[in-house]
C-alpha cells in the first residue's frame, strides 16, 4: 500500500566511530521516518536491517561515517561511507563467517561476520567499495513492492 | 499469551518497562550474536540472551522484539537499564541458563498450541 511519497526526501546523519553508547541512532532516526511516510512494515524491516549493520560497522571499525538517505516513490537508497581503515579483500570480508573484530567487540556480541551478508541479503541493489587507508563505501536500494 | 505468564514459571525479575508484559509473545529467538538476531529474529519474539551491553536495546527496537530475557543470573548494567527504560524495551533477568530458560518457554508456547 504505497503511501504518502509524492516528492523525494532527502537527509542524511553523522556516525561517530567508537560511539556504541549511540549506536543505532541513525538506522532508528530513518525507520522512524519510513513508518511515518507509511512504508511498507517488510521494507522497513529490510532497510533497518541493512542501515543497522552499515551503522554498525562504521562504529566498530571506522574514525567517522555518514549514512545519506533518498526515498522516492521507488524506494529507498542508501549511501554510508566512511573515513577508516578501508578492506583489503572485499570478496572474503563478504563471506559469512569472516570477521577481524577484536576480542572487546565480540565480547559485546558483534563480530559474528554477518553483517555484510545481511545488507547483501536484504538489499535488491548492493554495491561497496573500498580503499585500504581512506575508507569504505556503501551503496544500498531497496525497492518499493 | 503474554511475558507476564512466565513470570512465574522463570523466576523473572522484571527490569524495565512493566506495561511491556502484557504485549502478545509470537515467538522465542535465543542467540548472544547480535547480527544474527538482526537476521533471524522476528518482530514479536521474546529474545534470550546472556548478553547484557547497551547495544542489546538498539537490537531490539530496531527488530520490533517484545522484550529480552537475560540468562544466567546475570546482572544489567545501570546503562543499559537506562535506555532500555526510555526506549521502552521489557528486559527480565533469570538465574536459568539460556537452555532451561527456553526449554521452559518451549513448552508453555507448545501447550498452548
Ligand atoms: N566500514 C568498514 N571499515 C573497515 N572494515 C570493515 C568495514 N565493514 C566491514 N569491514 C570488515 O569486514 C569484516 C566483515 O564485516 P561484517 O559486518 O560482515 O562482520 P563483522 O562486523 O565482523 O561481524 P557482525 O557484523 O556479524 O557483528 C569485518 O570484520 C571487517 O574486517
Ligand atoms: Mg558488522
Redesign the pocket.
Known sequence: MPINIDKEIEGSFQIIGGNFVNAGEASTQLKLLLSKLGVDEDIIRRTAIATF??E???I???AA?RMHYHITPRGISIK?D?M????EDIEL??Q?G????PDW?REM???????????KKNSDIFKID?VVGE??T?EMVINFP | MKLSDFVGELSLEVKTCKEGLEREITGVYVSD????VMANSRAGDIWITLQTHLNIVAVAGMKNLAGIIIVGGRKLPEDTRQKAEAEKIPIMTTPLPAFEAAGRMYQKLKQQE
Open positions: 549493520e552499515a554498525m560497522n562504521v566498530i571499525y571506522a561515517g554510508v566512511d577508516g581503515p578501508g578492506i570480508a563478504m559469512e569472516y570477521s577481524t573484530a567487540v556480541g558483534w563480530g559474528a561476520g554477518m553483517g555484510l551478508p545481511n545488507m573500498s575508507g569504505t556503501i | 550474536l547480535l547480527s544474527d
